[in-house]
């Protein structure tokens, strides 16, 4: 891979971690066990793994090239509003926890939690992809 690595390629990328954090939580807080849940887990932690072990590869490889000025500050701009998103989010979650008390389970909490992490990390990227191609 002698291809010039891009923020927008590492963006993607952290989505598949999210989606696979996701997925092990979907396999630890199911109610019900089948016996191919195990199977499941282990491919997704064993895809998690490797990838995640790709992904600081490339990560290294990025940090000895030049550093996109522009693409960095579309980057923290795009922290900063996904961090105000995450924020309300998680206090919304936390509020209705609070409200409902005994009629919302845990694992419908933590359900919500990885729905957050995923689409925070959905947000990221489509709305640094969107700033990059405007120029912003």
């Not at 923290?76 to 389970?105: N, P």
Request: glycine content about 4%; hydrophobic content about 50%.
């Amino acid at each position: 891979m002698n291809k010039k690595v891009t923020l927008k390629e590492l963006l993607i990328a952290r989505i598949v971690l999210a989606i696979c954090i996701a997925v092990y939580y979907w396999c630890w807080a199911r109610n019900g066990w089948e016996s191919y849940f195990s199977s499941i887990q282990t491919t997704v932690a064993i895809f998690a793994f490797f990838f995640f072990c790709f992904l600081g590869s490339r990560e290294r490889k990025y940090k000895k090239e030049v550093v996109d000025e522009m693409a960095a500050a579309n980057l923290k701009r795009c922290d900063s509003v996904c961090y105000k998103i995450t924020m309300v989010l998680i206090v919304c979650i936390g509020f209705l926890s609070a409200i409902f008390r005994f009629d919302i389970s845990p694992e419908v909490i933590g359900y919500l939690l990885m729905g957050v992490l995923v689409l925070t990390s959905v947000i990221r990227t489509i709305l640094f992809c969107y700033m990059d191609a405007k120029g912003v």
